[in-house]
């Protein structure tokens, strides 16, 4: 007997009409306590399924399978016929992604705990463990899904898509998290076939995980839990009471979940495709349509006198002069034949694909100098900065709704390395837009200074993300190392 971990598809809803219908009609029933690990239970909620299936949808939009098999009814002569569809070769659902994820990260990410030698160490550890490139993950699924968990290891981070994954919130309170839970179900192969057996919960709150493993009669995306078991998984043993694990941490759980757009539920979060895909859809749709009819005209229609044509002797219909099979036979005083062309006017309807392209732009926020890249002559960096701001404000705006998420998710990595630290004292800081290198962030600084117009202390938080107190201590070690001061000596 082999026994494996999968992830099963849910095919079930292909049809973006369907998905927010679906989603609504158990938005709000949020798990509020941990009875759902009562046996002879089904799972998951109502809530979780439809919020499953928008997911999954979400996804289809990322990677370009909504369209599969999706065609187009059309009225030609008044009769109803379909017609392919055609998505648009560049993906803008991918597309926005891309070069959002572009914009946040074109920097590093600056962090400070107000400790030279604390701050190299962190420095190393992120390096070490590639822990930024987990956080892009991180942020391009959260855009794509509205919803990404993320679990902190003494090794790195790992962000995976939600569909497993929810959150147990007090009831007088959506905003408390009482724990968040991640489930997989596992199958098991014996004599070649292949059913789900078990299902595992691993438990995150503050201090503490939790994991019990229970047998199980469904599929990945619903069924009913049986009884506790005990089990072998992954080089440990599970006992049939649950295994609990404590992580030196009280303060802060391993797992977090992150949410964009959460003000549209108020628990969990909302895709950034939600405000363009209509226009999208809408897109393709003309451009579709417009395809149809330029193939329907790409063979033109030639047009013959009565001359051209004599009866037939064997059939007693009609028939084209021929010679040898071959040429029309052309009699004196006879007009040549002549094709009938398609002057192909469809300026209309390209004004309405201009029209919903800038309603996209309008709504992504990024703008087409940002999307398309183009720009006339040679601006300068103040000039795109300002031409690109929408799409600088959108990525802000996005990593605030994150950042406590992302910082948590580097304080918890610390302290499982033995970094002594304190939440408050970590400051991250997103350098999105930022063209200036080192050099020009120096001279801008020294000059600024030199003219009396900002302090060096503001010019540190402006340019560098230092909070107050590390601004203030980073000129203290700058004394220090003059020479003109000693520690703790003030002005």
Known sequence: METFDTLGKDKRLNDSSNVDIYRSLAKGQYYTDFSFLLPNTSFPNQETLGRNAVYKYNHRLYTGEYAKGKRLVGLIDNKECTMPYKMLSTNFFKLTISKLISLVFSNDILIKSGDIGRDKRIAALVERTRWQEGIKKFFKLVEIYGDCPIKTYK???????????????????????????????????????????????????KGIIFERVYTYNG???????GYPVEFEYNGRTISKDGNTYETGIEDCELVQWGTLNSEADGVYGQSSFMDIKDIIFTLEQRLSSELHIMNEHEKPLLILGAQNFRESEQTGGYELKVVNGKYLIRQDGEENPEYVTWDGKLESSKQYRDDLMSFFYELSELGKTFLSGEYVGNI????????????????????????????????????????????????????????DDDKQVAEIIKTMVSADILSKQTMLEKYLGYNSEQAQAEMERIKIEKGGYQHGETD
Do not use: W
């Not at 991640?182 to 709150?205: C, D, G, L, P, W």
């Open 155 to 205: 090794d790195g981070v790992s962000a995976f898509a939600p569909y497993n994954g929810f959150k147990v919130v007090a009831s007088h309170d959506k905003q408390q998290v009482l724990g968040y839970v991640i489930y997989n179900v596992i199958y098991t192969k014996t004599n070649n076939k292949v059913m789900a057996s078990h299902i595992r919960f691993e438990i995150h709150q």
């Open 219 to 225: 599929n990945n995306i619903s069924g009913t839990i």
């Open 380 to 435: 300068s960096e103040e000039t795109l900065g300002n031409t690109i701001k929408s799409a600088i404000d959108r990525g802000n705006r996005d990593s605030l709704d994150v950042y406590y998420v992302v910082k948590n998710s580097l304080y918890t990595l610390c302290r499982l390395n033995g970094i002594a630290i304190k939440p408050e004292e970590l400051t991250i800081v997103f350098s999105i837009g930022r063209t």
